[in-house]
């Protein structure tokens, strides 16, 4: 994990904080394929509710849980940060272990950490990155069923890469959004960063921002692959986002592709 050193919230050994209640950090990994994303639903398994379930197990209800971000169904993480708060007495080290024997085989906790009362897993973060993997190959991989998008045309991953550079900076992105009943707000976001390369048959996305709306990165791949089709210009990025509008990006791309890679504080 990578932290800003000017606005990390980790404690330190030699900080004082109080006993009666701590406030963790629990990194989890997991594979998304059987979950319905992250956050609680009714008569669907998500990744919090057997998270919860297993915490429960080790220390009772005495627990506050909060996610870093939504993720959708289907969608992997390969770094996916949890704020924990309680005061059980259990030590971080001990937890991990103890969450690692009761949760599912498809979710692993790979570190807890204690961390500053105000640190919040979400509202702390900087920003996110993440990565979307398509197998491009006429012949799909049946190790990757879930885990990519099976696309058989030609990508041009350089022409991709190219036209790609007009997602970064601060944009509105209200054309890379899928509108819901969720409450509309600021839909300005900071892209640090946007690539896309292949190894072998194996094409990857990657872009970081300060933050994502609803669906953003699955749009931005699904409008790259348009343009790859030719039913948009290598240079339409940036006339689509002018436009405000969601029906000139191009189409929601798959879940299974999409892992929320790296968080950083």
């Keep these: 994990m990578q932290y800003n050193d000017e606005k990390s919230n980790i404690i330190t050994e030699n900080n004082n904080i109080d006993i009666a209640e701590k406030n963790l950090l629990v990194t989890i990994s997991y594979d998304g394929k059987n979950f319905h994303g992250w956050q609680i639903q009714r008569n669907a398994v998500t990744v919090q509710e057997v998270f919860q379930t297993a915490l429960s197990k080790i220390i009772g209800n005495d627990f506050d849980v909060k996610g870093c971000s939504r993720t959708d169904s289907g969608v ?17 080290e001990r937890l991990k272990a103890a969450l690692n024997r009761w949760l599912p085989m498809s979710v692993v906790v790979l570190d807890c950490k204690r961390v500053a009362d105000d640190f919040h897993a979400r509202y702390s973060c900087v920003s ?38 007009a997602y970064v900076g601060s944009h509105d992105y209200t054309s ?72 000139y990006a191009g189409p929601t791309a798959q879940a299974c592709g999409l892992y929320l890679n790296k968080v950083n504080y």
């Design 76 to 92: 992997h993480a390969n770094m996916y940060c949890v704020s924990v708060r309680t005061s059980h007495p259990i030590e971080p």
């Design 128 to 165: 996110k990155e993440y990565i979307y993997k398509i197998w491009n190959s006429e012949v799909r991989n049946p190790f990757l069923d879930g885990y990519a998008l099976h696309y058989r045309y030609k990508i041009d991953e350089n022409m991709l890469n190219e036209a790609a550079q």
């Design 176 to 247: 890379f959004c899928t509108l819901d009943n969720r409450e509309m707000g600021d839909m300005t976001r900071n892209v640090k960063a946007f690539s896309v390369v292949r190894n072998g048959d194996l094409v990857t996305m990657k872009v970081e921002a300060d933050g994502f709306l609803y669906n953003m990165v699955r749009i931005m791949v699904g409008t790259l692959l348009r343009i790859q089709q030719g039913k948009i210009p290598a240079d339409g990025i940036s006339e689509i986002i002018n436009k405000k509008d969601r029906k």
